[in-house]
């Protein structure tokens, strides 16, 4: 049998689930996290033109925070469309 190998995250997840730093939840809200998830799925595309410099100055805000720029950009959409 060979042996299975899993990723630098995918070894942190084993071994935090070792030493018990993950905790079971209700069904209920096991249901309510996944429709929180299920809300927040990407299940569209959307292409648009954007001066570079505010494209500039936006992928240096994302970095600032250790996203990708385009994620950054779907929260602000989100933010945006939720007010």
Do not use: C, P, W
């Amino acid at each position: 049998m060979r042996a299975i190998k899993l990723t630098r995250q995918e070894k942190a997840i084993e071994e935090d689930l070792l030493k018990g730093h993950y905790v079971s939840v209700g069904k209920k809200e096991f249901d309510e996290i996944a429709q929180v998830l299920e809300a927040r799925k990407k299940d569209a595309v959307l292409n648009i033109r954007i001066n570079k410099y505010d494209l500039e100055h936006i992928k240096q805000k994302a970095k600032k925070l250790g996203i990708k720029y385009q994620t950054f950009i779907s929260e602000i959409l989100h933010k945006v469309a939720r007010v």
